[in-house]
């Protein structure tokens, strides 16, 4: 699948070992900035995981004690833990019903 783009893989792996820069770093800087285009807003963070990315986002929304999230029951446990580490309440609710189970 990714034999199109292989090279440019390879080469990018090859740009960040030789650099040493494993965390943030230019190319990261660089993603950043080609994200925050292709996305058409003026920024773009990089982060480590997709739990950092929920839990910034709930935080950037000022979620917190007090606030319910509704959550799809079928998720993974990181959706939920974003959630309360907030201090908020997740709410599982089955995808298609609207119910909370
Ligand atoms: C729905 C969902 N939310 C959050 C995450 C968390 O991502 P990460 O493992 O990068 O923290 C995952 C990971 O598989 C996921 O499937």
Not at 17 to 24: E, T
Not at 68 to 76: H, R
């Amino acid at each position: 699948m990714h034999g199109p783009i292989r090279k440019e893989l390879l080469d990018a792996a090859t740009r960040v070992i030789d650099s040493g820069n494993y965390i943030l770093g230019p190319e990261v800087h660089s993603f950043e900035q080609d994200f925050a285009r292709f996305c058409q807003v003026d920024h773009a963070i990089g982060v480590g995981n997709g739990l950092d990315a929920l839990h910034l986002a709930l935080r950037t929304l000022d979620i917190g004690p007090g606030d319910e999230v509704i959550v799809p029951s079928n998720t993974y446990i990181a959706t939920l833990l974003a959630v309360s580490y907030t201090g908020a309440t997740p709410v599982l609710v089955e995808p298609g019903t609207r119910q909370p189970i």
